[in-house]
């Protein structure tokens, strides 16, 4: 293999840091995290010398990702953040055996949200402001690349998703913008597909179907996607339009025409862009709201509608839901709204992870408040579990903060939350997500014990080298920057 990424272990498995996706401003870290990354770093020197290996062999262990993990317990334990946990031994830190036990796992992982782009794409203008944003970040750091924007290629997708990381299957999704000079188009979407299932019809990677309603022939055109390119869901942002006007979804100009369409087309499955408001010129931040999720989903019963990132603002504290509450932000906007609306949990709307769970895992009390209301009111069957990556390089580490996290006993009894068990688990990482999309987790094994991907990893795990790295601005400044660069669109 090519020289190491990260030779001397700078980076930990678990990365504990303030990055954006380039959709929202990123948030300062608070004191308790870099607690826990000062122990997870201190540790790391002195359990590598205790088993006779360098730094960066322990931290690309399985005692490598619990050490951190159990530095970040310790941390938050003394800040009094105490909601939630992981749940992990202390001897897994200098025991394989018992670490390999915990953050193991054989669970389907069904990734519903990640992304990458096309490099050599004819949107590389310099007019196209996404050329400018992605060379703002800081991916231009890949040790085999050149260019920046090489680093978000299908390539690096590909190793970042299905060799680092325990990801079975994927949703490519796309990201807000005209077809014509979108970073990765559904012709392109469509390549990587073919590119990932080669062999045996082996269904590692679904796609979605962009439609921004509100411009001409966009709902038309919903049914050559379908034909065309075999599409599995409609992706669609409600905060974006080409005046830097959004739309709900209950608009009977934009929205009720589109989901029609869907349920016409007979792919009757809407995934949304809820929360994380979108900063910029392009658009308004009132769309960003859940609060019509509830309206459509008595609307059109027969309709799916995956609210990706489940309504979540990085600037809202989660806590517990207040129904007297007179204003509902964040995870709590998407309650109010089903319960308001008298959508029962189980119905259908779910809500999906993306961006959201990497955000709260180094919050556990707002970790417990947030999955413990989204199962409690949007139903266990209906949490999807979504990375966005690659926009934080390998998902690998939210994986393993999910496979271990816990709600604490006291929020459970308080507020009828539920544990998280094995099963609750398998279900998020992928069961769930296995209902709207019409996939056999059996069949989807079968193929993928088969197709060139396996062989692929099955021989790279004795020489892996996961680069922990993470894409994204990382302080406000970064952040402003790069929307000064891109006029004000989001990356």
Known sequence: MAELLDPEGKRLPIKLDSTSNGEFMPQPVSRAVRVANALAHTGASALARRLGLSRR??????CGAAATLLAMNRAYSQAGMEGGFFE?????????EVADAVLGGNEFIFDVQSHHVNPAGQWRSWLNPWNVALRFFPQADCADEDDAIACLSVEHYIKEIFLDSDTDIAVLSSVPYPREDNPLTIEEAAATRRTVEALEGSRRLLIHGLVHPQLPGAIDDMSRLKEEYAIA????????????????LHDERFG???????????VPIICVHKGLPLPGILF????????????VAKMF?????????????PSVVEGPYDPEGQRQLGVNALVHSLVSNGVAPGSNV?????????????????????????????????????TDSIWYGSPQDQILAFRTFQ???????????????????AKVFGLNAIVPYRISPDEVRRHIARDVVAPVKENYVEVADPSFHTYGPKTRREFLDLMKLTGGRPA
């Open 57 to 62: 062999s322990f931290l690309a262990s399985s």
């Open 88 to 96: 992990v031994p202390a001897e897994a830190a200098l025991e394989r």
């Open 233 to 248: 869901a409609w992706k669609t942002y409600a905060q974006w339009g080409p005046d830097g006007k959004g739309y709900w």
């Open 256 to 266: 009720v025409p589109m989901i029609e369409e869907a349920r016409k087309l007979e």
């Open 284 to 295: 308004e931040e009132d769309y960003a709201s859940p609060a019509d999720i509830g309206v």
């Open 301 to 313: 019963p027969d309709v799916t509608f995956i609210v990706y990132h489940s309504g979540y603002e």
């Open 350 to 386: 779910y809500a999906e992870l993306g961006s959201t769970w990497r955000a709260v895992m180094q919050k556990p009390t707002e970790a417990a408040h947030l999955l413990g209301k989204l199962f409690k009111y949007v139903g266990e069957d209906r949490v999807l579990w979504g």
């Open 407 to 425: 709600i604490a006993e006291a929020l459970r009894e308080q507020y009828g939350y539920p544990e998280i068990t094995a099963e609750l688990r």
